[in-house]
């Protein structure tokens, strides 16, 4: 049987390194292929005796968003369900999926056309979320839910604490909103600049422009969700902006109140009499 991953004492040896990033070793190693197996992999190697990942992927995207909701309900017993419902879509979103896959070193292991490979398909998100996507599948397939809740809980742990400081589980197009009409008296505009990959697999690139400047560009598997990461984009760059102008009037002001301070005391200094000689006897 051929294996991209064949190793000199047998298949699959490149894999060792990503089940132990997973945290998990596979019974079933061709459940983990699959997972990582990119419809465009099979379209050039069409006698390959193996499926694509895209039935792993609408497998691991249900289990998902059922444990996610499951572990946020107990997690927060006293948030209220609207704000459940924004926490779990930050969670489950393509970019915070992309950022998983990253984390877990996914990209290398991806079985992909060499069009994708050109295209730098291993580092596109909606590819690598994709693949997260399946390898929960995949998980599932070969341990069950309890393993996939598991690495689920683990990778949203701690984004979690980070959406939940940052705001990120708002509607990131309101907030925008709030910020570009409240600092720079504008309103945001979004501007589809491409449209890439198949039918099945379509990825979105906008734009969020203020005024006449591009501040944000954000991509999705469709435009909602590419508008979405374009406008958090933007409110990264504008509180940037914004903190470095505070910093830069802070220092203004202390700069103002030294001078005068310093003023203050030549003034007082100019004012002193002169001391007065000692006569000598």
Known sequence: ??????????????????????GFV???????????????????????????????EFLGDAILGFITAEHLYHRFPEMKEGDL???RAALVRGQTLAEFAAQLNLGPYLLISRG??????????ALLAATFEAILGALYFDQGLPAARELIVRMI????????QERLDRNAKSLLQELSQGRLKVTPVYRLVETRGPDHAREFTVEAVLGEQVYGIGRGRNKQTAEQEAARDAITRLQEEYHTAAEAEARAALDALTQQQNEAAETTDSSSPAPTATPTL
């Open 157 to 164: 742990e701690g984004k979690t604490q980070k959406i939940l």
């Open 116 to 125: 994708e490979e050109a295209g730098r398909g291993r580092a596109r998100p």
């Open 1 to 22: 049987m051929f294996s991209p991953y064949a190793g000199d004492d047998g298949f699959f040896m490149d894999l060792n390194e990503l089940e132990t990033m997973l």
């Open 26 to 56: 596979f019974d079933d190693k061709s459940l983990l292929q699959r997972a990582l197996t990119h419809r465009s992999y099979l379209n050039e190697n069409p006698d390959l005796p193996w499926l694509d990942n895209e039935r792993l």
């Open 85 to 87: 419902t924004s926490l």
